[in-house]
């Protein structure tokens, strides 16, 4: 294998950069993703008996407490559930909006390596025939080991251009799915707290819920070192 990689010429080298940057991210987002991913409905029932137990600051102390999408728009409903449902759902929605950004973060680039891997191994295929029929024009005489040879080398950019496009695309393709399957737990876990807070409202206890006094969820805290970390320092 590596003695192919040589003989493909100074283009396997981009190729290979795409394949590490392809795989830095692939990883990253696996981390990220499976670090997100709870038990839903162990989740659910702690929250729900914090609600009917103690309260709606309780309630959103365990959201606090837990990573992931799921309690990050539940942390996000709850601390609006003294304006009514109404207000719950449109947090619900805002958050919703924010998580998946966040889920979708960085899957560009592994679109972006899949498209550019085989292109960059065309190319390098093309410059390879080009120097294959030089050599054939050099030689004045049309070799089958010439031809041959050239154009075997000419092809191994197309090869592992190929090849790398595969192993993202592959990566890429369990990481949508990961997404599609925290953005199921979002929507339907988002369903039972409406209909948990409707049940509520209609028994007159949504109405004496109070503004929550817990910390901002880990997203906003998030978002908030960002943005600090952005800023630019003065002299």
Known sequence: MVQYFLQGGGFMWPILVLLLFGLGFGIERLITLFSASINTRKFLGSVR???H????????VVCSKTPGPVAEVFHAGLT???????????GIESAGAVEMAFLEKNMVWLSTVITLAPMLGF??????????????????????SVVAGGISVALLTTLFGLVVAIIIQLIQ??????????????????????????EMELAGKLSKAKPAKTAPSKRVTQIHKTKKGSKPQKE
């Open 80 to 90: 609006r559930a003294h304006r009514g449902i109404d207000a719950v759902e449109k």
């Open 173 to 198: 393709n369990f990481l949508i799915s990961r997404v599609d399957k925290l953005v199921v737990e979002m929507e339907e876990s988002s369903v039972v707290l409406l209909d948990e807070l409707a």
């Open 49 to 51: 008996g914090a609600l």
């Open 123 to 144: 190319t390098g295929t093309v410059y390879g025939m080009i120097q294959a029929f030089d050599d054939i024009k050099a030689a004045n005489e049309i070799s089958p």
């Open 53 to 60: 137990n103690e309260g709606y600051d309780a309630a959103v």
